[in-house]
Nanobody
Framework: QVRLVESGGGLVQAGGSLRLSCAASGIIFSNYIMGWYRRAPGKQRELVADISKGAATKNYADSVKGRFTISRDNAQNTVDLQMNSLKPEDTAVYYC??????????WGQGIQVTVSS
């Protein structure tokens, strides 16, 4: 059974930093594209960043380019999201995602990130 557990969220002032981490179990981690999504109040869930199986390719939403960095450790089965220069509009519930070779996706329970102005 796939399990994704996020950690590292919380409250931070605008301009500050947070690092989210996601620990995966129940999958062959290196076979999965990993991603971070977020859902802000009143908005649809959106992709923040994703990273290919070998970490060679990373994609970012335009709104976070230059501020957020996604990384993964295939030996530890973790994927991280370093978030710098945070803005109030980054406030959302952030979700870790795993996308397998057969098209199935799994999601974490989500973690709150709140950026105060």
């Amino acid at each position: 059974q796939v399990r994704l557990v996020e950690s590292g969220g919380g409250l931070v002032q605008a301009g500050g930093s947070l690092r989210l981490s996601c620990a995966a179990s129940g999958i062959i981690f290196s076979n999965y594209i990993m991603g971070w999504y977020r859902r802000a109040p009143g908005k649809q869930r959106e992709l923040v960043a994703d990273i290919s199986k070998g970490a060679a390719t990373k994609n970012y939403a335009d709104s976070v380019k230059g501020r957020f960095t996604i990384s993964r450790d295939n030996a530890q089965n973790t994927v991280d999201l370093q978030m710098n220069s945070l803005k109030p509009e980054d406030t959302a519930v952030y979700y870790c995602s795993a996308h397998g070779p057969l098209g199935a996706s799994s999601w974490g329970q989500g973690i709150q990130v709140t950026v105060s102005s």
